[in-house]
């Protein structure tokens, strides 16, 4: 069974500080990695994506992924509150199945 | 403006009723989702779509049915045969490397929140 596992939180996080979310995912042949953020009773919308090992920078938010140990997470600098919500980890398996992590609850407190 | 829609936004339905929930885009995208959230919880894949008169059970169809009639609709029927459908529905849509867009990438549309009465 193929898995991403996520914290479920709720991470709490002071406004202007760095938060960081985690996910583990379970395939190491695992190809893609997503990124996406819910809002409370909203549909989930696209905030980074990442296929090589490293950081990738966009803004506020980078995404660091680490093959050899499974894993990729998502830093967002300079906190503010409009960016609590849940955040979804999502990786695309070696046999190109989606999977979905169950989401971190993140809250900025100002 | 390009983008996929959802109606009705909220939907109650009583017991052993079926319902339709829409699912429309203009993107151009090939392939159509639908996902269950229940609350406090991940997604979870119903059926997919890669193209137009095709489509694949995902982890949780019992109870559920879909058509891809049209490129541009993927319609999902809970049947009364799902005994425990109250839940936010996610319809989604992927770009083919024909379309553009990032690969893989889901873009969804606003969801429907079923409830049983």
């Known amino acids: 069974q193929k898995e991403v596992e996520q914290n479920s939180g709720p991470l709490s996080v002071p406004e202007g500080a760095i938060a960081s979310l985690n996910c583990t995912y379970s395939d190491r042949g695992s190809q893609s990695f997503f990124w996406y953020r819910q809002y409370s009773g909203k549909s989930p919308e696209l905030i980074m994506f990442i296929y090589s090992n490293g950081d990738k920078e966009d803004g506020r938010f980078t995404a660091q992924l680490n093959k050899a140990s499974q894993y990729v997470s998502l830093l967002i600098r300079d906190s503010q509150p409009s960016d609590s919500a849940t955040y979804l980890c999502?990786?695309?398996?070696?046999?190109?199945?989606?999977?979905w992590g169950a989401g971190t609850k993140l809250i900025i407190k100002p | 403006d390009g983008g996929i829609t959802q109606s009705p936004k909220y939907l109650f339905r009583k017991e052993g009723q079926n319902v339709t929930l829409s699912c429309e885009q203009n993107l151009n995208h090939d392939a159509m989702y639908w996902y269950r959230q229940d609350p406090g919880q991940g997604l979870r894949l119903i059926y997919y779509s890669q193209i137009v008169n095709d489509f694949q059970k995902g982890d949780i169809a019992e109870g559920y049915s879909v058509s891809r009639e049209k490129k541009e609709s993927f319609p999902l029927t809970v049947t009364s045969a799902q005994k425990n459908p109250t839940a936010f529905y996610l319809c989604?849509?992927?770009?083919?490397?024909?379309?553009?867009?990032?690969?893989?990438?889901?873009?969804f549309g606003p969801g429907t929140r079923l409830t049983v009465l």
């Open positions: 999502a990786v695309i398996s070696s046999n190109y199945q989606l999977i």
């Open positions: 989604a849509s992927t770009p083919s490397s024909r379309s553009g867009g990032a690969p893989d990438t889901q873009y």
